[in-house]
């Protein structure tokens, strides 16, 4: 089984740029999508964006569009977020998570618990 780790959250103040790693341990089968998760306190969690480790370009959130970018280091087993002119409602608790599901779009609909693997979570706090 994969596992999963986070890093790279911190706090930053509006405008700046954080970037978020996702690196995999572990059997890598079956973890196709890698999707970023986002969830603040009292809210829904919501998918930021997703990659298909295979290749092609992610499918982001038209929240974070423009903003975020997911790039992956394959040989590295590490996926990136970098996150670029950040704002407060960008404040969250983010978690990547990896699993086979049918595309992209439904990897953005869905939430960390629907993939196999998770990780622990790393925060992003961003001041206004």
């Known amino acids: 089984l994969v596992q999963l780790v986070e890093s790279g959250g911190g706090s930053v103040q509006a405008g700046g740029s954080l970037r978020l790693s996702c690196t995999a341990t572990?059997?890598?089968?079956?973890?196709?999508?890698l999707g970023w998760f986002r969830q603040a306190p009292g809210k829904d969690s919501e998918g930021v964006g997703c990659i298909y480790r295979g290749g092609g370009s992610p499918l982001y959130a038209d929240s974070v569009k423009g903003r975020f970018t997911i790039t992956q280091d394959y040989a590295k087993k590490t996926v990136y977020l970098q996150m670029n002119n950040l704002k407060s409602e960008d404040t969250a608790m983010y978690y990547c998570?990896?699993?086979?599901?049918?595309?992209?779009?439904?990897?953005?609909?869905?939430?960390?618990?629907?993939?196999?693997?998770w990780g622990q979570g790393t925060q992003v706090t961003v001041s206004s």
């Open positions: 572990g059997y890598m089968y079956g973890t196709e999508y």
């Open positions: 998570a990896a699993g086979p599901t049918s595309s992209l779009r439904v990897c953005l609909r869905s939430s960390r618990t629907d993939f196999g693997s």
